[in-house]
């Protein structure tokens, strides 16, 4: 479980991390989501203790996380994979990861195994590493300890489709066994896919935050019909505000059993009505992201 | 499908201990030869130290061909090459950017940079006893080849003030690894500090009458190397000197880069 209340970071004029509140509860994956520079990075480096908050405070199972005696064993930290020293080999910081947390040494060979490095990568220089086997090789730092908290920076970055799906699966299965994961991506529907929580933050503010059903069911209602306007004009009526998508169907920010009743007052035949889901969630991100822009820019 | 290989999430079962001291220096012990660079610097100083007893076999006349020889030829290279390996211990992990990893694991950085400290010095003191067996040995074969009598003319109290010269030279570059945070800056502040520094206090001192008495409590290269000559005691005004130059060198910019590491953003 990660508390983070109210955490606010200023660089002089700049406000990156504005009134951030919000927490990562056990056995479900939180998926932190906003454009690039946003602030997720530097909400995740204050939770970890690299960059010190202007205030605000951030608690992990209850304890500040320079108050937890042996980081590693209860909080797996990716945050950037190329942050790795080039001259080592992969096998070498996975071994200073475990000797530093003090765990046997056969972690490294049961870690190189679970992230598919072979013996050979192993012992490569990180520097000849692609991106996505520096990916590989930081999620196996994070999970050498056997945490019960993740906290990963972009981590399907570099990833190829079946690493990214293999990531998904191995996400899910930690929060399943009561971990906690908070997770960042800045792309709508990697989260989507495996959040059970989703966190929206625009400016270093939060837009929006709820369980990821809850915001699909915000995200509105999908409906065509042949007879488009007169059935706008019908919701309109009844104090809604349809947006016409060029594919000729309407979305409406509410229930879909709401825009059935009205369709069917209006008498009005309804060929495709259903939940906005995913598709609906993607235009209120660019729609919540964008306001929180517009206002940057303004003020 | 190895994937969901993890043991689920860990139950608490015993209680979780800090990372001891011990731990955390034999770790940063391993950080200093782990990488190609880091091993042939260490690897150097042997190297450098074999060298340069071979030297003073081949080049120093047969009744200098004593033990002070061979202690002062080895711990030349010496000298050099450990403040660069305690500088790159520190600045690495900003350079390298693995201190990301190495400050999470860690999150007091204090007892990081200790840790670095411990292993630096322990390296110092390991490499000062590797140079000067390297050198008796050089001292028996030498005077062997040359058939003149084996001279051990250096005192305990000589060889702990090289040692000890060592170390102090080595925590500088340490200190200035700590305020500075970069490789390069610091490699380059080092040697500007070690070579350029003493060559314009001594041309300061020749042109200003007033700074020639200030030099001895400036020059922080000029009061290490009362520890280094072999013979003469190291008296009361040296060690005074020594401690104020320290003061300046070595103390004031390791406490001034420790409030900057403990405060600053890692990134």
Do not use: C
Request: glycine content about 10%.
């Amino acid at each position: 479980m990660i508390t983070i209340h109210s955490l606010t970071k200023s660089y002089g004029a700049f406000t990156a991390v504005d009134d951030v509140t919000f927490s990562a509860r056990a056995g479900r994956v939180t998926g932190f989501l906003g454009p690039n520079g946003a602030g997720k990075s530097t909400t995740m480096r204050i939770i970890v203790g690299l960059t010190p908050a202007t205030s605000g405070h951030v608690s992990i199972a209850g304890r500040a996380f320079r108050d937890l005696p042996n980081p590693g064993l209860e909080v797996g930290v990716l945050l950037e994979a190329s942050a790795l020293h080039a001259g080592r080999t992969g096998r070498e910081i996975l071994t200073i990861a475990q000797r530093t947390m003090g765990l046997p040494g056969r972690r490294v060979d049961e870690m190189l195994d679970l992230v598919s490095l072979t013996g050979r990568e192993a012992h490569r220089r990180v520097r000849d590493y692609s991106l996505g086997m520096r990916q590989r090789l930081g999620i196996a730092t994070a999970l050498i300890g056997d945490p019960g908290v993740l906290v990963l920076d972009e981590p399907a970055n570099g990833l190829d489709p079946a690493g990214i799906r293999w990531m998904r699966d191995l996400l899910r299965g930690y929060a399943d066994g009561g971990g906690t994961v908070l997770l960042s991506s800045h792309l709508l529907h990697e989260i989507e896919i495996v959040a059970d929580d989703i966190v929206v933050i625009g400016e270093g503010r939060i837009v929006a935050q709820g369980t990821k059903d809850g915001l699909l069911r915000a995200a509105g209602t999908v409906v065509r019909a042949a007879r488009t306007t007169e059935l706008s004009r019908a919701l309109e009526a009844a104090g809604l505000a349809p947006t016409a998508h060029d594919d000729g169907a309407l979305r409406i920010e509410a229930s879909p059993e709401l825009v059935g009743k009205i369709a069917l007052a209006a008498g009005v035949a309804v060929t495709e009505l259903r939940a906005a889901g995913g598709a609906g969630l993607e235009e209120m991100f660019l729609e919540l992201t964008a306001e929180t822009q517009r206002e940057g820019a303004a003020a | 499908m190895t994937a969901i290989a993890v043991e689920g999430t860990r139950r608490q079962a015993a209680p979780i201990r800090s990372v001891p001291m011990s731990r955390l220096a034999g770790v940063e012990l391993r950080k200093m030869f782990d990488t190609r660079s880091g091993f042939w610097l260490m690897a150097s100083i042997a190297a450098t130290a074999v060298i340069a007893t071979g030297a003073v076999i081949l080049y120093a006349p047969d009744e200098e061909l004593t033990y002070a020889s061979f202690g002062s030829a080895v711990g030349f290279p010496t000298a050099v090459i450990l403040p660069m390996a305690a500088i790159l211990s520190v600045t690495s992990e900003w350079s390298q950017r693995s201190g990301l990893t190495t400050f999470t694991l860690v999150p007091h950085r204090g007892r990081v940079v200790l840790a670095k400290a411990v292993a630096a010095i322990g390296i110092g003191v390991a490499s000062m006893l590797l140079a000067m067996a390297i050198g008796a040995i050089g001292n028996v074969v030498g005077t062997a080849i040359t058939g003149t009598p084996t001279v051990w003319d250096v005192s305990l109290a000589d060889a702990a003030h090289i040692v000890l010269g060592n170390v102090l030279g080595l925590m500088g570059g340490f200190a200035i690894g700590v305020l500075l945070r970069s490789s390069a800056a610091a490699l380059v502040a080092y040697f500007v500090i070690s070579f350029v520094q003493p060559t314009l206090l001594m041309l300061l001192a020749s042109r200003q009458a007033g700074f020639q008495d200030l030099q001895p409590w400036v020059d922080v290269n000029a009061a290490q190397s009362a520890l280094f000559t072999i013979g003469s005691p190291v008296t009361g005004q040296e060690w005074a000197q020594l401690a104020v130059t320290e003061a300046v060198w070595l103390v004031l910019p390791l406490v001034v880069g420790l409030r900057l590491v403990l405060r600053s953003e890692i990134k």
